[in-house]
T-cell receptor, first 110, second 111 residues
Framework: DAGITQSPRHKVTETGTPVTLRCHQTENHRYMYWYRQDPGHGLRLIHYSYGVKDTDKGEVSDGYSVSRSKTEDFLLTLESATSSQTSVYFC?????????FGQGTRLTVV | GQNIDQPTEMTATEGAIVQINCTYQTSGFNGLFWYQQHAGEAPTFLSYNVLDGLEEKGRFSSFLSRSKGYSYLLLKELQMKDSASYLCAPEANQAGTALIFGKGTTLSVSS
């Protein structure tokens, strides 16, 4: 199995609070992605990174920011969480070929 | 940009064959991935097609037609454990381009 871990796995937070999700890899893969998955919408790309300090927006990036200061870590931050950001968040890594996914983080914003 | 279309749901019975279609429009197309995702779990890689034609891998096969922007996943001898969502993801050939997924097809296999 690819060495990719997400933390936390579950989180409940209040509206308006900041939240940071972490994705950590031990594979030295170049690409890292954050997706969210909601019923009826499939996997939607939030942000992705193609190298240290190189990031770009996906289709649903509003309300989210990311940082990648080293190869192994990709952080997703919700600056001020809203109920619409309740979702399951998946991190993925790839080296230009197949992507490997973390186990997901279930985030609930109340 | 990309446009990916898959049927939302399909049903089939154990032992049957099912074909899940995916049509796409992708700038600078390179290849196409298929992933399987069981409920509550992360997606896992099934296949990757670059060339036109059928690639067989056990009970699962994947077909690609680059000129038609069309792919399908063929599942034979269906088992209950094949009940899952199947996601297609066309890959662009530009460096730094992210992997975008279709909404997925939820397959329900009944006995």
């Amino acid at each position: 199995d690819a060495g990719i871990t997400q933390s936390p796995r579950h989180k409940v937070t209040e509206t308006g609070t900041p939240v940071t999700l972490r994705c950590h890899q031990t594979e030295n893969h170049r690409y890292m992605y954050w997706y969210r998955q909601d019923p009826g919408h499939g996997l939607r790309l939030i942000h992705y990174s193609y190298g240290v300090k190189d990031t770009d927006k996906g289709e649903v990036s509003d309300g989210y920011s990311v940082s990648r200061s080293k190869t192994e870590d990709f952080l997703l931050t919700l600056e001020s969480a809203t109920s619409s950001q309740t979702s399951v968040y998946f991190c993925a890594i790839s080296q230009g070929a197949e992507a490997f996914f973390g186990q997901g983080t279930r985030l609930t914003v109340v | 940009g990309q446009n990916i279309d898959q049927p939302t749901e399909m049903t089939a019975t154990e032992g049957a064959i099912v074909q899940i279609n995916c049509t796409y429009q992708t700038s600078g197309f390179n290849g196409l991935f298929w992933y399987q995702q069981h409920a509550g779990e992360a997606p896992t890689f099934l296949s990757y097609n670059v060339l036109d034609g059928l690639e067989e891998k056990g009970r699962f096969s994947s077909f690609l037609s680059r000129s038609k922007g069309y792919s399908y996943l063929l599942l034979k001898e269906l088992q209950m454990k094949d009940s899952a969502s199947y996601l297609c993801a066309p890959e662009a050939n530009q460096a730094g381009t992210a992997l975008i997924f279709g909404k997925g097809t939820t397959l329900s296999v009944s006995s």
